[in-house]
């Protein structure tokens, strides 16, 4: 979290004013037709059946607009809603943002699902039910004719607003196909390169309103459990099924999102390379669910869930502020120049409403992407989830420690003033968990080099020593992360806890700090 301070200016002023490029809207010449509505449902089944059946809605298309990031999170992680953010009776080409040309730029726009008839709206949020909606489900009943023979009342709804329709390949009592695939993405680090799974990602299908989602397996592939009659719209929703979510860090909209295109009923796959713009989120992704995958396999405490991640490409610097957990003011140690620019930037908030807002707008973690390469982006996810881990189990007041001394000392400051043991603790362990990642995926040889050899860190707080324990095998990564706890802020501390856990390692422990110059008395007197 080295750059925190400089990092939060710039989320703040991308908070304030958000802009991306985007294509222009074509919504007059891509709207499709709905076969879904219920009226053509009903006209389909009124004009072939001999005695007249009442359709009743399976589903509203509706379309809501928050008023703020706070709406958007109710919508999301309250009501639990798949949301668009362009109609969904648009054809969206492959790597196409759409954006509504009647909401002013820098706005909430609107965002459009479908919800079942017994869906409570929420009463603050402003939102349409643009069409009642007619779904039949995947083996639907056999239906017959006045003249006695079999209809496919889905068929027959696509074929009645226009679409083509091979009879000869669906069956009468078969609706379409199941679509799957696998998703892969390109590991520029790997010698030669090579393209690796996705792991853990929803893949979101659609075919005007009738949409279903399925997240990859270890290995990349998905297999989406609803029929499709023709080719669905194909769409990567980077989010996890691990419990964290990736947001473009600039575009406060919905979850960051790759339109891949209408492709085959039968399922698409996906090689996605680094020109791509959601290379980086894929990378992301699976440095994520890597981290999970090591916290079911150790032992350790994974972050809380869900993680917002922000990924911000045009930035280098990454952070674990946990501002949306966090119950305390964050301010620069005896000073309050960090509330008072946060005022300043928020001028219509008073201080107290303050905290509550950037909880609802700010992320967990941010990854800055900027020219780094996959296992840059790899061991830097790591470090920051190494940090989220850590506050799960210290909790919000300890955290605020943190980022008051990394506010307040710019950088990680010299070692010197309030709470920086309690700083240097948490990188010691960030630093040494990013760099074990990075060795054990890609140069396992570097286990038995010298941390300060291989990386040349200097830095006061000696993630080394972290290193060595583990490279050793005095201490596990379990372990040590179990010394992390909410009475360890100062170097001493945490020597006593692993003394006090670890006896029998007592020895080895102690001769690893003095070796890096942190001894029990130099503890101490920092």
Avoid at 69 to 87: A, C, G, M, R, T
Avoid at 124 to 152: A, K
Avoid at 318 to 327: E, Q
């Amino acid at each position: 979290m080295k750059h925190l301070f400089h990092l939060l200016l710039i989320i703040c002023a991308s908070v304030a004013c958000s802009k991306i490029e985007i294509e222009d809207d074509r919504s007059v010449r891509n709207r499709l037709p709905n076969p879904y509505s219920l009226a053509n449902m009903q006209a389909v089944l009124d004009s072939l059946t001999l005695f007249h059946v009442e359709l009743q809605p399976t589903d509203y298309y509706v379309r809501f607009l928050p008023r703020d990031s706070s709406q958007l999170n109710d919508l999301i992680y309250n009501h639990h809603l798949e949301l668009f953010n362009y109609p969904l009776d648009l054809d969206i080409g492959e790597g196409e943002v759409y954006v509504d040309p009647t909401i002013p730029e820098g706005k909430p726009t609107w965002l459009y699902t479908t919800v079942k008839p017994n869906f409570e709206f929420p009463k603050e949020i402003t939102y349409q039910v643009l069409e009642p909606c007619y779904i039949p489900p995947d083996d639907p009943p056999i239906l017959l004719t006045r003249s006695g023979s079999t209809f496919h009342l889905e068929n027959e709804a696509f074929k009645r607003v226009g679409y083509s329709i091979d009879q000869s390949i669906y069956p009468q009592t078969r609706s379409g196909s199941i679509p799957s695939g696998v998703i892969r993405v390109l590991d520029n680090s790997l010698d030669p390169n090579q393209y690796v799974p996705v792991q853990g990602v929803k893949i979101r299908c659609h075919t005007i309103v009738k949409w279903a989602t399925a997240f990859t397996d270890h290995q990349g592939y998905y297999s989406i459990d609803r029929n499709f009659l023709i080719g669905p719209h194909y769409a990567i929703v980077f989010e996890n099924n691990r419990g964290f979510d990736i947001w473009d860090g600039w575009v406060h909209i919905t979850k960051a999102t790759y339109n891949m295109g209408c492709h085959s009923k039968n399922g698409h796959s996906r090689d996605i390379p680094t020109h791509c713009n959601s290379w980086q989120w894929a990378v992301v992704n699976n440095s994520g669910y890597e981290y999970h995958q090591m916290c079911d396999e150790t032992g350790i405490t994974p972050p809380p869930s869900p993680i917002k991640i922000w990924v911000v490409s045009n930035l280098a610097s990454s952070a674990a502020p946990m501002l949306r957990r966090v119950n305390q003011f964050v301010g620069v140690n005896s000073h309050s120049y960090w509330l008072s620019f946060l005022a300043n930037v928020f001028i219509f908030l008073p201080a107290n409403p303050l905290l509550l807002f950037l909880q609802e707008i700010l992320p967990d973690i941010v990854i800055g992407t900027s020219n780094r390469r996959y296992r840059s982006i790899n061991k830097i996810v790591f470090h920051e989830l190494s940090h989220a881990s850590h506050f799960s189990t210290v909790g919000s007041a300890y955290w605020v420690n943190y980022i008051n001394y990394i506010v307040t000392y710019g950088s990680y400051g010299d070692g010197t003033g309030k709470n920086a043991q309690l700083c240097g603790i948490g990188e010691m362990w960030g630093y040494a968990m990013e760099h074990i990642q990075e060795c054990e995926k890609y140069n396992p040889s570097l286990k038995d080099s010298l941390y300060s050899a291989v990386w040349l860190n200097n830095n006061w707080f000696k993630p080394e020593v972290f290193w060595d324990i583990y490279r050793e095998q005095i201490l596990t990564k379990k372990q040590i992360f179990d010394c992390l706890s909410i009475d360890v802020n100062k170097y001493d501390h945490l020597i006593t806890k692993m003394h006090t856990l670890y006896p029998n390692q007592s020895g080895a422990i102690d001769s690893i700090f003095v070796v890096h110059g942190l001894s029990r008395v130099d503890a101490t007197q920092q």
